[in-house]
């Protein structure tokens, strides 16, 4: 089975694309980040008639959310480095507004200068060279452009376990399976060095009270066996890591938090 850690790196060869789009639902669906994004459309300053490039688009409708917001006279480009979840947003709706390329960090098919904003919304946390694409949406913004972004840090996501080294342990492994799982630290210093201008940093927190929630956007218990399997911790150790989880979530004690960072700049 795919590891949602690993799977967005590269979608097009995964074995389980059905298990990657679900995800995305599932978070597209989740109060937090729903807010999140209505948070992140409205840094954005979109007005009638802009240009609008939204990085990692996938297969979501937040690319007809943005069609909405620059219309009539706008244009919202759409990328992603997959070509197979390219294909499943072109099948998902016809907007006039709206086009859609397959880009994968170069993003020579934009021209320099020419977008009013430019967004991503967890994308850099699967990309090894994260500068580079920051400064990719440096360049193809106008003067005065807003460029807006949202990036967890994984050594910030918490989960209360019995045994606080097995915790840490699995959880650091799920963040060390991220091609940059620290990207939340370092993505002021990123757009900065790009040349952005005005940058600010909002954290934004996400609580979760029962597993149920947990696993489905994290996929807590599968993490522990995988840590398990990768020798980082022991079987039994990972059993009675979920064991605990699961004793928590029946008795309403079960407590969990995931923090990202919402980030606007200007050119």
């Known amino acids: 089975m795919t590891f949602l850690a690993t799977g967005f790196q590269q979608v097009d060869h995964s074995e389980d694309q059905e298990k990657l789009v679900r995800c995305l639902s599932d978070i597209r669906n989740h109060p937090f980040f729903r807010s ?16 609008i490039l939204e990085i990692g688009c996938g297969p979501l409708d937040d690319v007809h959310i943005l069609a909405g917001r620059c219309s009539p006279g706008g244009l919202v480009i759409g990328s992603d480095i997959s070509s197979s979840l390219v294909t499943l947003a072109k099948k998902a709706a016809t907007i006039p507004n709206l086009s859609y390329i397959r880009m994968d960090g170069q993003y020579s098919g934009v021209c320099d200068g020419v977008c009013d904003a430019v967004r991503e919304d967890r994308v850099l946390q699967h990309v090894q060279n994260p500068q580079q694409v920051i400064h990719e949406m440096y360049r193809v913004l106008k003067p005065g452009g807003s460029c807006v972004l949202f990036e967890p840090d994984w050594e910030n996501f918490i989960i209360d376990g019995a045994d606080e080294t097995v915790t840490r342990t699995i959880l650091n492994f799920w963040s060390d399976q991220f091609a940059c799982g620290h990207i939340g630290r370092k993505i002021r210093r990123l757009c900065l060095n790009a040349g952005l201008s005005d940058v600010q940093v909002y954290p934004r927190t996400m609580i979760m009270h029962t597993l ?10 599968e993490n522990a066996m995988r840590a398990a399997s990768a020798g980082c911790v022991t079987e039994q150790a990972a059993d009675e890591y979920i064991a605990h989880l699961t004793d928590m979530d029946r008795k309403g004690l079960f407590f969990g938090s995931f923090t990202g960072y919402l980030v606007s700049g200007k050119k």
């Open 36 to 51: 999140v994004k209505e948070e992140s459309f409205d840094l954005l300053q979109i007005s009638p008639g802009g240009i």
């Open 212 to 221: 149920q929630e947990a696993e489905a956007i994290f996929t807590v218990s």
